[in-house]
């Protein structure tokens, strides 16, 4: 399934789009490559017909590895690396309805 699908078949979550990379380059860089990663799938999914108030693009540069980029000997780890470079996505909430009030009125 791709994020596509579930943004169609759930048109009333908003997601965070976060983008990583690995340490090569300095932290201006990387997050500065992150963030235009991010911005690069949100700008797809709007053409793609997705509302822009139900996308965030937010770009961690090399702030949250999953993955060692070096081994413990201080050798380069490039698997390591692959599996920091990446993009993810989360459902950080969702978009009122005309029934929202409805649910909490006394």
């Not at 700008?43 to 081994?71: C, D, F, Q, S, W």
Request: aromatic share 6%; hydrophobic share 25%; net charge neutral.
């Amino acid at each position: 399934t791709t994020l596509y699908k579930i943004l169609v078949e759930n048109p009333k979550i908003i997601v965070e789009i976060s983008s990583h990379t690995d340490s090569k380059g300095d932290d201006e860089y990387n997050m500065k490559l992150s963030q235009r990663r991010a911005e690069s799938v949100v700008n797809y999914l709007i053409k793609k017909g997705i509302e822009k108030e139900r996308l965030h693009a937010k770009g961690y540069g090399e702030t949250k590895p999953i993955a060692p980029n070096v081994n413990p000997d201080g050798s380069d780890n490039p698997e390591g690396r692959a599996k920091n470079r990446r993009t993810e996505f989360k459902i950080i909430g969702i978009l009122p309805t005309k029934y929202s009030d409805v649910l909490y009125e006394e």
